[in-house]
């Protein structure tokens, strides 16, 4: 069941660091080309972030996902 369940946690973790990690790189070049590199990146990507886990109604799916895998484990 442990073992289950950590499988299942990174594939969540995985899923979830996928969309932020590219929501980064398109920012983080947009900002390069551009010629802002004194602005952090960070700075304009967590916005995206935030309105990106809010439009895919992300805690439903995280918490949905938690029960589906307690129901097949």
Same mark, same amino acid.
């Given at each position: 069941f442990m073992v289950?369940? *950590?499988k299942r946690a990174f594939e969540i973790g995985f899923l979830i660091f996928i969309p932020f990690?590219? !929501?980064d790189m398109v920012? %983080? $070049?947009? *900002? @390069?080309s551009m010629g802002m590199m004194m602005l952090p990146p960070i @700075? !304009?990507? =967590?916005? #995206?972030? =935030?309105?990106? #886990?809010v439009l895919v109604d992300g805690w439903s =799916?995280? %918490? $949905? $996902? =938690?029960?589906?895998? #307690?129901?097949?484990g």
């Open positions: 289950s369940e *950590l990690v590219v !929501i920012v %983080a $070049s947009v *900002l @390069m @700075m !304009i990507s =967590l916005p #995206f972030k =935030l309105i990106f #886990f =799916l995280i %918490a $949905s $996902s =938690l029960v589906q895998s #307690f129901g097949t």
